[in-house]
């Protein structure tokens, strides 16, 4: 059975490959040292009752086990994880030490989380082809994702000369929250979190609007700005994990003519 673009609920770039999920599968295509991996399991369709904030909820916990099972016997991830056990406590007792404003202290704590990625990108090589490799998959999802929506043959020769940017992108969410950041720094972060829910509906509103609507076309128009930033023309190797994510969610997987 061919994957249909309705059952398709999203997908994900991950930093060594590409997820796909549909609405009764999870489907992970990566690489490592030993070449692509692949792997899938079901899901609980009790997700997607809830809708939008569902669909989005469910993506980020896969996206979450995906990554801890890609780097499950990495050593970087478990520094990882170890630094943020340690750091989140560090963070709340220096939250509650502090004693300047709360816009101030939310202020400070963007610009030193946006110090640290400039200075990671700039000087430490290993993150910085982190960085580029997942923009490169993020542009392969895209493109799987094209084909599959305009039910063309998911073949590598199709997939090729797809767009890399798409109208329902989570970088356009991203962007759609640039405005509130003034907003953010006066409200507690419970309130903030509260004003970023009426964005889910005007993000699906504008993904499936953008051709009639004005409004709706200048705000995908924005979004597509932000993706120049997170999407990269993929290589051969991105659009192969993706192209075999997006194989793992048929009923009745064929292999893909990825050497076409």
Same mark, same amino acid.
């Given at each position: 059975m061919v994957m249909e673009a309705k059952d398709l609920i999203g997908g994900m770039a991950l930093p060594q490959g590409v997820m796909f999920v549909s609405k009764h599968r999870v489907s992970v295509a990566y690489h490592d040292a030993q070449g692509l991996q692949h792997y899938t399991r079901e899901i609980h369709p009790g997700w997607l009752r809830v809708g939008p904030l569902g669909s989005m909820g469910l993506l980020l916990l896969e996206g979450g086990r995906a990554i801890g099972h *890609?780097?499950?016997d990495s050593s970087d991830f478990k520094g990882m994880v170890v630094a943020s056990l *340690? @750091? &989140? /406590?560090? @963070?709340l007792l220096a939250r509650a030490i502090i004693t300047a404003p709360e816009w101030q202290r939310l202020l400070f704590a963007l610009v030193f989380l946006g110090g640290m990625f400039w200075a990671f990108y700039r000087f430490h090589l290993p993150f910085r082809q982190g960085v580029l490799n997942l923009g490169r998959y993020h542009g392969a999802e895209h493109m799987v994702a094209h084909t599959v929506e305009k039910g063309l043959p998911l073949t590598l020769e199709q997939v090729r000369q797809q767009p890399r940017l798409h109208r329902s992108c989570g970088t356009n969410l991203a962007v759609l929250t640039l405005p509130l950041? /003034?907003?953010?720094v006066l409200l507690p972060f419970w309130a903030y979190l509260l004003l970023l829910l009426p964005l889910l509906p005007l993000f699906s509103w504008t993904a499936r609007n953008a051709d009639q609507n004005p409004l709706a076309s200048r705000l995908l128009q924005f979004g597509y700005w932000g993706q120049r930033y997170t999407? &990269?023309? /993929?290589e051969e190797r991105h659009l192969e994990a993706a192209l075999r994510a997006m194989e793992g969610l048929q009923d009745q997987p064929e292999r893909i003519g990825l050497m076409a």
């Open positions: *890609i780097y499950r *340690i @750091g &989140a /406590p560090l @963070g950041i /003034p907003i953010s999407v &990269a023309q /993929p």
